[in-house]
């Protein structure tokens, strides 16, 4: 089996990071270490993926007295793979104990030697066990915390070795393959302390893609879509990506339908094969339940690609917010919190509980600006009563969270430009206006808040700003024309009181 090469025997490098193996393999080589990406289907490019257990989550409302207000139609995803480790960050062994010790290890290793499974599945439990004794490490006194920590090391560095033995000496397609995806991994995202080799990663990927690993096959085309650890190859790409959805992964029957919608990848445009990757992807991803309720709802369905049943769009949208779909969320909050409008018309009844629930929904999930100023404004303006009481306080800390939110995600990833900018202005407008601020404000403090907002293009900011500058010219006028009024009668005081002497 022709493989890269394993004679050289690598070490981890460092305490290994806590990242999960559930995340997909987004990681540009031009780009900081470890960021990973994510598509976005509105622009239809990559962006980067804020990973959530970095953002602050605000206490939000109780879910218990909305839950049970709507509908109750629910899709559990299928296992695709009962052995595949990249399609989920649980366990998929039988081992959940934490070792004790780097020899507690050792004797896992020797029983296991023997047969390639338990091998794999124990460099599963050791992978899955590094991040749990990283964190129980933190919460050590320091005396124990560097014991538990050299652990946490030794047992990446077992996991590692553990990977480069199986690549060379399996000979179960799917062992084999499930390896070298691990392995692969490990240099495309630095996990178990690996120096980050995107060449090598690519390398490995390819290798688990001809034994018909559906993750690694899909993360193939990543990387030639996006020249990362290869060239940039479109048109392989859409191999990569046609030949992972074949394989029933979820993710590549997304993209595929993307790809035809929009005529990517060198493909030419096909809606109808679009709709129906899309449905083949429905019953695993919250995106794709996303996309077709956004077009049975606002398309004009002129070609009848879609069933027009606007009942099902929001039984897909429902689906697609409880399953963590940011956009969903936002979208039903919306619907409920104004009653339904434009294509939601007499679809979604105003329920402000419900409204409140799903924006508060969207914020404690994944910190998303655009809710949190929705919550400043329904804070100010006391329109959410009872679910949200009428709070200058907390309108004008919702509007700061919004600035916070959003300045992480524009720093981070290049994303909510435009949020962030709405954002600064919100917390400018409460500074000059004096509202929810405890200590005394003035329209100076507001200046850099309107010049964030305007630098990012919001245009009402700018006017603001050109008219303060137009002002403090005006105010240096009047200032020069007093001072040299007080010049002349200072001149002719003078000259009378020589004249007098």
Same mark, same amino acid.
């Given at each position: 089996?022709?493989?890269?090469?394993?004679?050289?025997?690598?070490?981890?490098?460092?305490?290994p990071?806590?990242?999960?193996?559930g995340?997909?393999?987004?990681?540009?080589?031009?780009?900081?270490?470890?960021?990973? *990406?994510?598509y976005?289907?509105?622009?239809?490019?990559?962006?980067?993926?804020?990973?959530?257990?970095?953002?602050?989550?605000?206490?939000?409302?109780?879910?218990?007295?909305?839950?049970?207000?709507?509908? $109750?139609r629910?899709?559990?995803?299928?296992?695709?793979?009962?052995?595949?480790?990249?399609?989920? =960050?649980?366990?998929?062994?039988?081992?959940?104990?934490?070792?004790?010790?780097?020899?507690?290890?050792? #004797? *896992?290793?020797?029983?296991?030697?023997?047969?390639? !499974?338990?091998? +794999?599945?124990?460099?599963?439990?050791?992978?899955?066990?590094?991040?749990?004794?990283?964190?129980?490490?933190?919460?050590?006194?320091?005396?124990?915390h560097?014991?538990?920590?050299?652990?946490?090391?030794? #047992?990446?560095?077992? /996991?590692?070795?553990?990977?480069?033995?199986? !690549?060379?000496?399996?000979?179960?397609k799917? !062992?084999?393959?499930?390896?070298?995806?691990?392995?692969?991994?490990?240099? &495309?995202?630095?996990?178990?302390?690996?120096?980050?080799?995107?060449?090598?990663?690519?390398?490995?990927?390819?290798?688990?893609?001809?034994?018909?690993?559906?993750e690694?096959?899909?993360?193939t085309?990543?990387?030639?879509?996006l &020249?990362?650890?290869?060239?940039?190859?479109?048109?392989?790409?859409?191999?990569f990506?046609?030949?992972?959805?074949?394989?029933? $992964?979820?993710?590549?029957?997304?993209?595929?339908?993307?790809?035809?919608?929009?005529?990517?990848?060198?493909?030419?445009?096909?809606?109808?094969?679009?709709?129906?990757?899309?449905?083949?992807?429905?019953s695993? +991803?919250?995106? /794709?339940?996303?996309?077709?309720?956004?077009?049975?709802?606002?398309?004009?369905?002129?070609?009848?690609? #879609?069933?027009?049943?606007?009942?099902?769009?929001?039984?897909?949208?429902?689906?697609?917010?409880? $399953?963590?779909?940011?956009?969903?969320?936002?979208?039903l /909050?919306? &619907?409920?919190?104004?009653?339904?409008?434009?294509?939601?018309?007499?679809?979604?009844?105003?329920?402000?509980?419900?409204? !409140?629930?799903?924006?508060?929904?969207a914020?404690?999930?994944?910190?998303?600006?655009?809710? =949190?100023?929705i919550?400043?404004i329904?804070? +100010?303006?006391?329109?959410?009563?009872?679910?949200?009481?009428?709070?200058?306080?907390?309108?004008?800390? *919702?509007?700061?969270?919004? #600035?916070?939110?959003a300045?992480?995600?524009?720093?981070?990833?290049?994303?909510?430009? *435009?949020?962030?900018?709405?954002?600064?202005?919100?917390?400018?407008?409460?500074?000059?206006?004096?509202?929810?601020?405890?200590?005394?404000?003035?329209?100076e403090?507001?200046?850099?808040?309107?010049?964030?907002?305007?630098?990012?293009?919001?245009?009402?900011?700018?006017?603001?700003?050109?008219?303060?500058?137009?002002?403090?010219?005006?105010?240096?006028?009047?200032?020069?024309?007093?001072?040299?009024?007080?010049?002349?009668?200072?001149? $002719?005081?003078?000259?009378?009181?020589?004249?007098?002497?």
């Amino acid at each position: 089996m022709n493989s890269p090469s394993t004679t050289q025997e690598e070490q981890p490098t460092s305490s290994p990071p806590t990242l999960e193996m559930g995340k997909e393999y987004r990681s540009h080589r031009r780009e900081q270490a470890g960021h990973q *990406w994510f598509y976005d289907e509105f622009s239809s490019i990559y962006r980067h993926m804020a990973p959530d257990h970095l953002l602050i989550h605000p206490p939000t409302p109780s879910s218990s007295s909305f839950e049970n207000q709507h509908y $109750h139609r629910t899709t559990t995803p299928p296992l695709l793979s009962s052995f595949h480790y990249s399609t989920s =960050a649980t366990s998929h062994h039988g081992n959940n104990m934490l070792p004790e010790s780097i020899e507690q290890v050792h #004797v *896992w290793r020797e029983r296991a030697c023997s047969d390639p !499974v338990q091998m +794999l599945q124990l460099c599963m439990s050791l992978i899955d066990s590094q991040p749990k004794l990283v964190t129980a490490a933190e919460q050590l006194p320091p005396e124990q915390h560097q014991q538990q920590m050299s652990l946490a090391y030794g #047992v990446g560095k077992e /996991a590692f070795r553990l990977l480069k033995r199986l !690549v060379s000496t399996a000979t179960n397609k799917r !062992v084999a393959g499930e390896a070298q995806f691990l392995l692969g991994n490990c240099y &495309g995202t630095g996990q178990l302390g690996v120096s980050l080799d995107h060449e090598r990663a690519f390398l490995w990927y390819t290798q688990a893609s001809k034994q018909n690993h559906a993750e690694a096959t899909y993360r193939t085309g990543v990387c030639y879509e996006l &020249g990362i650890g290869t060239c940039h190859d479109e048109r392989r790409a859409f191999t990569f990506y046609r030949k992972a959805a074949h394989l029933a $992964h979820p993710t590549s029957m997304y993209k595929l339908a993307i790809v035809y919608w929009h005529g990517y990848c060198g493909q030419p445009i096909h809606a109808r094969e679009a709709i129906s990757w899309l449905q083949r992807a429905l019953s695993s +991803l919250p995106e /794709a339940r996303y996309m077709l309720a956004m077009l049975i709802l606002y398309s004009d369905n002129t070609d009848a690609l #879609v069933v027009p049943d606007k009942r099902y769009a929001i039984d897909l949208l429902h689906d697609a917010a409880k $399953h963590g779909h940011t956009e969903s969320q936002l979208k039903l /909050a919306q &619907g409920f919190l104004h009653g339904g409008k434009d294509a939601l018309e007499g679809l979604i009844d105003q329920d402000k509980g419900l409204g !409140v629930y799903w924006y508060a929904r969207a914020i404690h999930q994944s910190c998303h600006p655009e809710a =949190a100023i929705i919550f400043s404004i329904l804070c +100010l303006a006391g329109t959410a009563y009872p679910y949200m009481d009428q709070s200058d306080q907390y309108a004008y800390q *919702w509007a700061c969270k919004a #600035v916070q939110y959003a300045s992480r995600r524009h720093a981070r990833f290049g994303t909510d430009r *435009w949020i962030l900018a709405k954002a600064c202005y919100l917390v400018a407008v409460y500074i000059d206006q004096g509202i929810g601020i405890e200590t005394s404000s003035s329209s100076e403090m507001a200046i850099p808040w309107f010049q964030k907002a305007a630098s990012l293009g919001h245009l009402t900011a700018a006017r603001r700003i050109s008219s303060h500058h137009q002002e403090q010219k005006q105010h240096q006028e009047d200032n020069k024309d007093t001072s040299k009024q007080r010049g002349r009668r200072r001149k $002719h005081f003078t000259r009378h009181q020589c004249i007098a002497m």
